[in-house]
């Protein structure tokens, strides 16, 4: 390839042209296009890990609630009384 002879005048390594050409290939429209897939993706990612981290925390709470229930003989008499606990 002429560039490739060329690139010792250049002053560039050849890495650089490879990465260069590369990238510069691809037309400018869908450089953004890619851009922006790349920014939603991160975008999605994190927003999934504070989803999972919600449930998780929803999940010990519940786990909690059902030991502290169970631990002190409570129970759900009626929807009316709500939770009761002890002798009660």
């Known amino acids: 390839m002429p560039w490739r002879r060329s690139q010792a005048g250049w002053g560039v390594s050849t890495h650089s042209l490879y990465q260069w050409v590369k990238r510069y290939s691809v037309p400018q429209a869908e450089r953004e296009a890619s851009k922006d897939q790349q920014a939603e993706m ?47």
């Open 42 to 88: 991160r975008r999605l990612k994190a927003e999934l890990k504070r989803v999972a981290e919600e449930r998780d925390i929803l999940k010990k709470a519940a786990d909690f609630a059902k030991t502290t229930t169970e631990v002190f003989g409570c129970r759900n008499r009626r929807k009316t009384q709500g939770i009761v606990c002890g002798d009660k």
